[in-house]
Structure formats: C-alpha cells, structure tokens
C-alpha cells in the first residue's frame, strides 16, 4: 500500500476531545458530516484546509483520551491518506485501524517532518520518506492482521463478509 | 503467562496466548451506553447484522444523557428503547448511574471476566480482576453482528505501592503521581497492574479509582490480583455468581515493574490543560475556584461522599464558588441520602444533579464560562471537557474538591483536616 501527500503537523498528547468536539456528537452522520467538523477543537478552519491525501502529523501520546471513533472516521471520510506520531492512544489507533485509515508509528517521527512536507509511506515495504528533507526511516512491522483490515476498508467490510460467509453456510 | 494474557487466551479459547499476539475472542459482557447504543444499532444495520448475536451478554446503560437534554437526545433515546425491545436485550439501566459505577455494584464485573464497552473508562471494572476496556462504535457494533471481537494481548507494567497515605492523600493522588512521573502516555497500550502492601490494604472503592485513571496513562487494561477485599465484595454484590481468578506465573511475565512509595506523595493537582502537568495542591492557593464538579465514574462513589461530607459538615461554599454533584450510580445517591451527606452538601451550598456522568464530557448542567476555573473529581482537565474552551479545569481527590470548594480557592485537605 503506497501513499504520498502532504503533512499537517500537530503536537503533543492531542485528545480526541479536540479531534472531533463532543457538540458535535450525532446518532447518525450524513456523508461528509464526520468530515467537516474534524480537528475543530485545534483550528476551526482545518476541514477547509486539508485535502483528499493529505498526511497528519502528531507528536508522542496523539489521539490520547475518549474512545470516540469518529476521530479517526472524519479523518477517513475527509480523504486523510494516513495518520504518523511517535506513538498513539490506544483507542484511535484501534479506531483508525477498524475504518481503514492506516496508522503509522515512528520514533521523533514529530521532528522529522513541517508543516507542508511532501511525505511518501510504503506500508508494505514499512518505509516513511520525507521527500523535502531526504529523510528516510523503517517502520516497525503492522501486525498482519490489522494489515489486512485496513486493505479491506476497515472492521464493516469484514463483518459483512463474515455475515455472508455465514448466511451461505446456513443455506 | 500473566493473568492477563490467561484471560485473553481462555475466552479466545486458547490454551496460551503471546504478548502482542491478535486473537479473536468472546467478551462475557459489552456495555452500550446512551451514545454507544444508538451509533451501534446505527452501524450493525450498515454492516448488513440484522440481530444481535447475543443479547445476553449485552448491557445498555443510559448515562452520559440522562435524562435527555436536547430534543434530539429524547429521539435517539426513545428508538434505542425500541431496539433492545426488538432485539430481546433485558439488561438495560436507564438514569441508575454511570455504567462503570453500576457495573462492579451489579456484579456484571467479575474476577476473570472480559468486558468491553462503548466508553474509554471501561477499564475501571479492570480493580476486579479482570480485562476491561473500551471500544469504538464500529468495533462494537462488529461484536454484535458476529459475537466476537479482535483483541490484542498487551504487555503489563506493574506498580507495586508501598509505604503509607499522609493525611488528606487518596488513591486519586497515587494516580496524579503517576501522570506527573511517567506522563499521559506512561502505559501504552499496555496492562496496568497495581500491586504491593498498600493496594492489599486498599478498600475497592479505591482500587476502582486506580483502574479508573489507566485509561488516562494510554492503558488497555488495569489490573489487581484478586484476594479477600475482592471476594468479599462478589460475595456482597453478586452471591451467585460463579468466578475463577487467574494468577500470573512469575516476574518475568511483566515488560517492567516500578516501585513507587506513596509515602512521599501529597495531596496532588493535575492543572490545564494536560493531566501530566501535576502541582501539589498546597502549592496552588492562589488559584480561585469558581466551580466545584464532583462525581463522574472517578469520584462518584460512596466512599467520596464520605470524605467529602466529612470535610464539608457545618461549613459553607465560599460565597464565589458553586459545586455541582452527581451521584456515581443511583445507588450512591440512595446510600449518601440515608447517611446524611447530601444533607450536608445541600445545606454548604451544592447543587444536586441526577445520578449520571453530570457536567463530565460536556454532558450536562453545570458548563464553565470562559475564564472560569473549576476543580474536579473526574479523570481529566481537558481543554474544554465542561464547556468553555477557554475555561480552566483543574483535577483533584474528592477530599481536594470539597475542601477547595469549601475555601473558595485551590487548597489541601490535610489544611481543613487540620482547623
């Protein structure tokens, strides 16, 4: 899985309170909802800013706090290609992982990247370059398996499959 | 194997599990609260799941908006009602308190269990002896279309707590202590256990108040050895519930132990906007309180109503300070009301709320004004958590918040405790 895009940068220990505002909190979403609310607790204006394939960038402990999914879900409907920090609360990065938004993990990875860089992620391979700076680093291994969920769109995908397979079997 | 990983494996099925290994198991009990319901029913039907695998195992607890706040709250309320109806979930706890309180007092946390739940402060269930943690929506809702759900098997640190409390310090201030030693981020993903002579010591009510705060160290799980405090609380809460503790085997099964003497620690103050950011209280006395919120599935206990009404009795709010309290659980308020603690607080000044998750998480009355400052009992100070992005929360020990309430200003209870 390659992708290349740009990275918005944003500190330490980022709660999931600030990624997506409880205010907004609905039963259900229409498309593109999830989306136009997503890192307003930071800066109002980033669902306008960011783009379909961009990267954010995060320092240590980033998505720390509540379980709320629709912190990693808006970043998946807005287009957020990937999401990098030197480490996770344990709750997004499971989030990410089940919507299909792949989550990498790097050591200083925060102080390798600006605001603005071009950033190229080889999930696969396990490779992150910063393609302004030169800077290259392996990332640690993704677990097979949540590998695999993210190629397939995340944890709906799956249980649909597994639901079918199941339905088959009972026919 | 750690008792952990012996949880895992047995409801994975499995004989034996590794650290970092993914499985796929059966939780015993999945809690849904308000919000959680409504977005899961909402995602089990986009995922093609037309009944609920198992709606035994499946535990609605009405909390966060309880009673419904806004017409939309009342709407989504009234359809979840009518989805555990359609779908045969009997277990359901609408306005008896917030799900991580009501869960240990009804005996739907046990030694050995595995819980999972719509709600980062799952863990707390974890002071039982078991794994508990919090999910997101779609991971729930994946649950109750198949009857299981991925889980990997975490690594645990160990804190092994010795020496004694100082006056006026709790459980609460052990936590903050961690936060400021190790930071938000000292436990990722891993297993938290608490251990050594002072937890053997520690009532539950405590213990669940450690568990309670691993979630806000970036754990998975928390965990205490079950022993005779443990079992004399099944024995009180759920007679007939049938329990097997796991043991860990050795030392060498955890990724790190820290000793940590409580001695040395006073009454602490985690202050805006980060929970790392820790002062002793003493060191705050020029902070002004404008707002006491005390409650949430962190202070919400008896046991804080106890101190907290021991520090308050014949004394009033400082005439700028307001406090807000919501009983953990239903059957806190009941309990509080027969001892005469709400009295207490009642007549010093409080506001009394219905039991539930009150002004925690933004949920409901008792929000913050910019600029203002409130202290709390609950788990975090996030930015903008009881209203205002601009307000400022300051997080304590129940015995902190009622004697800061009392002076109107940031102080020590071993100060009040002393007068």
């Given amino acids: ?171 | 194997m750690h008792a952990i990983s012996k949880i895992i494996a047995r409801h994975a099925d499995r004989r034996g599990v590794e650290v970092g290994e993914i499985v796929n198991v059966v939780p015993d009990y999945v809690m849904l609260n308000d919000r959680g319901a409504a977005r899961a029913a909402d995602l089990l039907r986009k995922m093609g799941g037309e009944r609920v695998f198992d709606p035994e195992r499946v535990i609605v607890v009405f909390d966060h908006h309880y009673p419904p706040i806004r017409p939309q709250d009342s709407i989504s309320q009234k359809k979840t009602r009518e989805w555990i109806k359609e779908q045969g979930i009997a277990k359901f706890h609408a306005g008896e308190g917030i799900g991580h309180v009501i869960f240990p007092e009804k005996g739907y946390a046990f030694p050995g269990a595995l819980i999972f739940g719509t709600d980062s402060h799952t863990v707390t269930n974890s002071a039982l002896g078991c794994v508990a943690t919090g999910m997101g929506h779609s991971d729930v809702a994946s649950y109750l279309a198949i009857g299981y759900n991925w889980l990997k098997v975490p690594e645990v640190i160990r804190f092994d707590l010795y020496g004694g409390f100082r006056p006026g310090v709790y459980a609460k201030d052990i936590a903050l202590r961690i936060a400021q030693l190790y930071g938000e981020d000292a436990a990722p993903y891993l297993g938290v256990e608490f251990a050594g002579p002072l937890v053997t010591s520690m009532p539950m009510s405590e213990r669940l108040v450690l568990c309670n705060m691993v979630i806000d160290f970036g754990a998975k799980t928390g965990y205490i050895q079950p022993d005779e405090t443990t079992a004399r609380f099944l024995a009180e809460r759920a007679p007939d519930r049938r329990w097997t503790a796991e043991t860990t085997d050795s030392d060498r099964d955890y990724g790190r132990i820290v000793d940590l003497n409580v001695s040395e620690i006073d009454p602490l103050v985690a202050v805006p906007h980060d929970l790392s950011t820790v002062r002793s209280a003493a060191d705050l006395n020029d902070v002004r309180i404008d707002e006491a919120i005390f409650g949430t599935c962190t202070g919400g206990r008896i046991d804080d109503f106890r101190v907290a009404a021991a520090l308050m009795k014949g004394r009033k709010l400082a005439p700028h300070t307001r406090m807000m309290v919501n009983p953990g659980s239903r059957e806190t308020f009941v309990q509080a009301m027969r001892e005469g603690l709400i009295d207490i607080m009642v007549e010093a000044g409080a506001t009394i709320g219905v039991p539930g998750c009150g002004p925690c998480s933004g949920c409901h009355q008792g929000m913050l004004a910019p600029a203002e400052n409130a202290i709390t009992n609950a788990s975090r100070n996030f930015r903008g958590r009881f209203g205002s992005p601009d307000a400022n929360a300051y997080v304590a020990s129940s015995a902190t918040v009622a004697a800061s309430a009392i002076a109107g200003r940031i102080v020590s209870p071993a100060e009040l405790l002393a007068q």
Avoid at chain 1, 7 to 12: I, L, Q, S
Avoid at chain 1, 35 to 44: F, K, P, R, W
Avoid at chain 1, 146 to 160: F, Q, V
């Fill in chain 1, 1 to 171: 899985m390659q992708i290349k895009g740009k990275a918005w940068t944003f500190g330490r220990n980022v709660n999931t309170d600030l990624i997506f505002p409880k205010i907004w909190f609905r039963p259900t979403y229409e498309p593109g909802e999830m989306a136009s609310h997503l890192m307003v607790g930071i800066d109002e204006e980033f669902p306008r800013k960011v783009a379909r394939g961009d990267i954010i960038v995060g320092g240590q402990n980033f998505g720390c706090g509540s379980s709320r999914e629709e912190a990693a879900a808006a970043m998946k409907e807005a287009g957020v290609a990937a999401v990098v920090a030197p480490s996770f609360g344990r709750l997004f990065t499971r989030n990410a992982i089940n919507v299909g938004l792949p989550i990498v993990t790097s050591p200083r990875i925060d102080e390798e990247i600006a605001q603005g860089d071009e950033i190229e992620i080889d999930l696969a391979q396990g490779t992150l370059r910063n393609l302004r700076s030169g800077y290259v680093v392996r990332l640690p291994p993704m677990a097979p398996e949540s590998l695999k969920l993210i190629e397939d769109g995340g944890i709906a995908n799956y249980t649909r499959r597994v639901l079918e397979e199941r339905r088959r079997a009972m026919a």
